[in-house]
């Protein structure tokens, strides 16, 4: 698996800010576009064996990390203590929580809930008999995270004690053998295999999504926890959801993208890799890999790439495509000259895209094979393939 040197993470709900955190340190930037220049805010040191990071999207805190570290334990700390507490030029570590772990291994993976950030999801390397994916609730832990106000009157300032807006709903059950363990710990899956990416589907409180053993695209249904998990084969090293579309998402291993619906796993959508950008200057380097993936939070079907050790981010124009010609030429409803034009626009999505992939329905109930023609060209049309529009990249950094 691709562990970079550093990761970049953008603020869950602000766009004016990012961390950059690696090896033992995590820094705080403020991008102010009305300059335009990025100043740095704060940093915090001494972040000793940290091996992956996760920033939390609840509004309730503007700076709550949680911290991997490669002996298994999650650490969850606030980046801006001095700031929150109001003391001004002061650096402050402010509190700490530690959620333990029973096995000593590394910890590869952190996602929290966006539908509700008080669930995290910690993946873990594999030890024997235990599980490698643990989910936490952290709301106990939310009066440990206060930190104390230099000047308590001052009400400019919200503690984070005001009343909290009501826990969404559907909650994700405890598991009753977790009460022994920490009332905080929820459920454990994946036992003996390595989890080596998380991530929430953004609209949702229960469903999951992990790597496992480098190998298998999987995804939980914490509802359910009894219910055997969907499982795709993949080459899974990082999982990216799509803001603007709450069942894509994208993971990428052995140099291949791979864009699913996470409603059907029986087949990705689209395939792709470096290949694919030949015409705009790609150069395949032999051995390279992909380092991260993201979708754009601004632009629908934008998703950008990083290779290890290069120099510039790609981004890749991800469409919706419908045949719309075979529906026309099924159906017989629409001229000729309708059918060759949708049959010629049909054509040129084809020639535009470069690794789309087709899902074509199949019906198991019995009719005529008119009807088996109609109902299969309107499951197609509902269902729409994707291709690549386009491909460009960055300057080099």
Known sequence: MVQP????????????????????QITLYEWAAEYPEIRHVTSQHD????????????????????VGLSTG???LIRLEAGKQAQKNNVLSNGPTVTLPVRNTRSCNALAFNNADPNYLAVGLDKVRGDS????????????SLTIPLANPGDSSVLNILSPRQPRPEPRIPRLETQARIDPRVLQHHAPTEVVS??????????????????????????????I?????????HGIATDPFDDHRVACFGDGVITVWDSRKLTQPLLTFSERDALADGAKIRPGSIYANIEFSSTRRGCLATLEKD??????WDILESRIQAIEGSVTGGGSSDGEAKSSRESSRATRRSWAPTLPWPSSQTQHSPKER???????????????LADTRRSECL
């Open 373 to 387: 023609d109609l109902t299969s060209s309107v499951e197609l049309s509902n269902q729409p393939s994707l291709v």
């Open 73 to 75: 334990k999650v650490d």
């Open 5 to 24: 040197d550093k990761r970049l993470l953008w603020h869950p709900r602000h766009d004016n800010k990012f961390v950059v955190g690696g090896n033992s």
């Open 47 to 66: 972040l000793h064996f940290m091996k992956c990071l996760a920033w939390s999207p609840d509004p309730a805190f503007e700076d709550l990390m949680a």
């Open 132 to 143: 490698s994916l643990v989910i936490w609730d952290i709301s106990p832990s939310v009066p």
């Open 197 to 226: 990416s998380l991530a929430f589907l953004p609209s949702s409180t229960h469903l999951l999504l992990a790597g496992i053993s480098h190998r298998w695209l999987r995804l939980f249904d914490l509802r359910a926890p009894n």
């Open 228 to 236: 055997a998990a969907a499982n795709a084969a993949s080459k899974v």
């Open 310 to 315: 290069a120099a510039y981010v790609r981004f």
